[in-house]
């Protein structure tokens, strides 16, 4: 096994990062932890060309700028498969996001591969090589890192600058390349990664929500959003969803009852729970007009189960005959949107998504289109 050498000063970083920005694509990968902390901490940075790679050490006294500079260089193509960590990680740090990019876990699902394609399983059907997960699950902020560690973190990058032309080629074959492409517009857009604590609320999961008690727990997730970026911590490790959501429902009016609720984390302070009464209170002054609308994913649509399955039947054909992933043409959340009548604005109808499964739910809709089985394989009629 070829000893790994891992870049932590500044001269060696200069002259690797010289020969980087000569490339046209580079592959990227990161190592991270983010267990104990709000934000990720970045553990080491490989970067891959056709010819030569290297293994990066952040948590040296090394100055990234370099690094910086090859991300934010708009001639060189950078490849990540999975990448949208990647990115968050970068752009905290960063304030930017690379750009141009390619994710060949997303390509992987115009490929026929299925819905979210795990590296070793990308590596096998290009490569034809098993990996090794043996070091998957290391302490990255251990140092010194041992060379079987840093042989794995490097393997990522050479393997997949090697997989992007045979995946690219593939999808090229298939006449994709622009569906692709505006899948990878999505991770470039700076909200899904500068979250507005205003917004958390939103992605709480909570059943048969009322509006009152959405206007509590809005406030709340935008107290604990503000509070875990100031101490670093999780979320779920200052106070978890579901308790926000108890107290939301409670509205407890004294620190006694906020104890008294099952699960009410000892990280908080008597102060914590008084900006949380304060916040109850608050809140409760909010006229109702102004009180959060009850999203249409959080609503229980009561739609007749046989109909779903009828809709999941033609999803699940048009991803066979398209090759394309079911996960990536729509989820079932918008099927129960369809079923309920709530179409208007719906991404699966418009552009690729409508061409290879939106206007054939139209079909069906209208009566236009049934299901036969020959030859032990479903068929779709068209009248």
């Not at 990062?17 to 190592?31: H, S």
């Not at 104990?36 to 940075?45: A, S, W």
Request: charged share 30%; hydrophobic share 40%; net charge positive.
């Amino acid at each position: 096994m070829d000893k790994v050498n891992i870049i932590n000063d500044n001269n060696t970083l200069k002259k690797f990062c010289n020969k980087c920005i000569k490339e046209k694509v580079l592959a990227i990968d990161t190592e991270f932890i983010r267990e104990n902390t709000y934000y990720p901490i970045l553990c080491l940075v490989q970067i891959a060309s056709d010819s030569f790679s290297a293994v990066i050490d952040p948590l040296s006294e090394i100055d990234m700028e370099p690094v910086w500079a090859i991300l934010s260089n708009e001639k060189i193509l950078k490849v990540f498969h999975a990448g949208r960590q990647d990115l968050e990680i970068f752009f905290n740090l960063t304030g930017k996001i690379p750009k141009p990019i390619y994710d060949t876990q997303i390509a992987a699902m115009f490929c026929g591969l299925g819905d979210q394609v795990s590296y070793d399983r990308l590596v096998n059907k290009f490569l034809g090589l098993n990996i090794s997960k043996e070091s998957q699950f290391s302490n990255w902020l251990q140092r010194p890192l041992t060379n079987k560690q840093l042989q794995y973190a490097l393997s990522d990058v050479n393997y997949l600058i090697k997989i992007f032309p045979l995946i690219k080629k593939t999808i090229k074959e298939t006449n994709r390349a622009e569906w692709v492409e505006k899948e990878f517009q999505y991770l470039t857009n700076k909200k899904i990664y500068d979250i507005n604590p205003n917004e958390v609320w939103k992605k709480i999961k909570i059943k048969n929500p009322k509006r009152e008690v959405l206007n509590i727990l809005k406030y709340l997730a935008e107290w604990r959003e503000i509070e875990c970026k100031k101490r670093n911590l999780p979320r779920n490790r200052l106070i978890r969803d579901e308790i926000l959501v108890t107290i939301s429902q409670l509205k407890p009016n004294d620190i006694f009852s906020i104890k008294k609720i099952r699960g009410i984390p000892k990280i908080l302070c008597d102060n914590d729970l008084n900006s949380i009464l304060k916040i109850i209170k608050i809140s409760d002054k909010i006229e109702s007009n102004k009180w959060p609308k009850i999203p249409k994913y959080s609503k229980k649509l009561n739609v007749n189960k046989a109909s779903l399955d009828l809709l999941k039947l033609l999803l699940s054909y048009c991803s066979q005959k398209s090759g394309l992933a079911e996960k990536l043409i729509v989820d079932a959340d918008e099927l129960r949107l369809i079923l309920d009548g709530q179409m208007e604005g719906l991404e699966v109808f418009k552009g690729w998504r409508n061409e290879i499964f939106g206007k054939f739910v139209n079909l069906l809709l209208s009566g236009k289109i049934a299901f036969t089985i020959k030859d032990n394989k479903i068929k779709k009629i068209e009248f």
